[in-house]
C-alpha cells in the first residue's frame, strides 16, 4: 500500500478512483499517564506518554483507512489529510482521509 | 500559609528547571536542524525537475506533545488581563512545531525531499490552559518523502 499526502504518486500513473475513504479512532487518557503528565507539567517539557497515545491512535486510525482500501480493491491512497477534534473532556477523536486509487 | 508555600515553591521549581528544560531542547533542536538540512522540507506540491526518476514516494509523519511549565503559565494568565504578546506561549508552539517537523525527517533520513509539508496543532481534551487542567499542546507534521534515483 502506497500511502502520499499529494494527489499523485510521483514516478507511477493513477489508472483508478475508488472515492474517498476514512479511518477514526477515539481515544482517551488514563489516570496513570494523566498523573504522570502532571507531575512533568510544573517543569513544562515533552509529555511522551501523550505522544505514545496519540502516535499509537493515529497509527491505529491510519490502519483502519488502510483496510478500507484493500476491501476496496485499491493499491494506494493518496492526497491523505489528518484532523484531530475533542470530543468529550480528556478525550480526542484522530480522523484520517485520503482518496483510494489504483496506481501501475 | 503552608499551601502559600507550596504554590511559591512549585512556581520557583517551573522557571529554574522549566527554563533549564527549554533552553537544552532549542540546543538540540537547532543542532538537529542542521544535521538534517540536507532533505528540504517544504509545503509545494510538485517542484520535482522533469528528467528525474523517482523510486520512493511515502508519507512520513512526526508528532509531539509539549506542556508548559508552572511560572509560564501563571505569567501567561496575568498577560490576560492586559493582553498584548504572549512571549510564554509562543516558544511553546515553536518549539513543539519545530520538534514534528525534525521527527518527521528523522523517520525518512535517506530521502531527497519532503513534498506538502503540513502541520497540525491540537490540544487533548479541548482545554489548553484552564486550572487543574495540564497546559499542553500537540504539534504534528506530515508530508511526502520522495527519493530519487541517483
Redesign the interface.
Known sequence: M??????T????KIVEHFGVISGSTVRA?HIGR?FM??L????????KG??EL??DS?DEAIRRMVNQAEQLGANAVVN???????V?????ELYVYGTAVNVE | MGQLIIVIV?IG??YV??SI??KK?YRSIISREAQLLHIPTVSV??I?EDGV???D???V?G????????F?RILASLRNIFGGRVTAYES?IDRARR?AILRMKEKSPNADIV??T?I?T??????ANSRKS???I?A?A???A?SYRK
Open positions: 502506497i500511502l502520499t499526502n499529494i494527489e504518486v510521483p514516478g507511477k487518557k494523566d503528565a502532571s512533568k507539567n510544573i517543569v513544562g517539557g515533552e509529555l501523550y505522544t496519540l502516535q493515529r491523505i489529510r489528518f484532523a484531530t477534534s475533542s468529550a473532556q480528556g478525550a480526542s | 512549585l521549581l517551573g528547571v522549566g528544560l527549554e531542547h506540491k510538485n520535482i526518476d523517482i523510486i514516494a511515502r508519507m509523519q508528532s509531539v506533545v509539549i506542556s508548559i511549565d508552572h509560564k511553546l520538534e513534498l506538502n503540513r497540525e491540537s490540544t487533548i481534551g479541548r482545554s495540564i497546559g499542553s500537540e504534528m506530515y508530508g511526502t520522495i
